[in-house]
Nanobody
Framework: QVQLVESGGGLVQAGGSLRLSCAASGRIITIGAMGWYRQAPGKQREFVARITTDGSITNSDSVKGRFTISRDNDKRTLYLQMNSLKPEDTAVYYC??????????????WGRGTQVTVSS
């Protein structure tokens, strides 16, 4: 069974930093594009950043220059380095991955999320 497990969230003051991780496990043949999304209370889930297998990156305008997405394909792990955090970055952060599982089925997977809270 494929799982995506996020970690690294927490409470931080405005201007601080956090590093999120997302580890993929289970019967996986290959992992394609991976990304981070977030959902603030009372709002819809929104795109944060995405990285392809060859390292091509797309960021939302709201995090450009502050957040950096990266991945370690050998470790099957996705990262999000978040600097200069603002109170409006407060949300549950979700990991997303397109992958082919052990049954050779391509699907889109989500983690359960990790809470990031930025105090002013």
């Amino acid at each position: 069974q494929v799982q995506l497990v996020e970690s690294g969230g927490g409470l931080v003051q405005a201007g601080g930093s956090l590093r999120l991780s997302c580890a993929a496990s289970g019967r996986i043949i290959t992992i394609g594009a991976m990304g981070w999304y977030r959902q603030a209370p009372g709002k819809q889930r929104e795109f944060v950043a995405r990285i392809t297998t060859d390292g091509s990156i797309t960021n939302s305008d709201s995090v450009k220059g502050r957040f950096t997405i990266s991945r370690d394909n050998d470790k099957r792990t996705l990262y999000l380095q978040m600097n200069s955090l603002k109170p409006e970055d407060t949300a549950v952060y979700y990991c997303n991955a397109h992958l082919v599982d052990g049954d050779y089925v391509s699907n889109n997977y989500w983690g359960r999320g990790t809470q990031v809270t930025v105090s002013s």
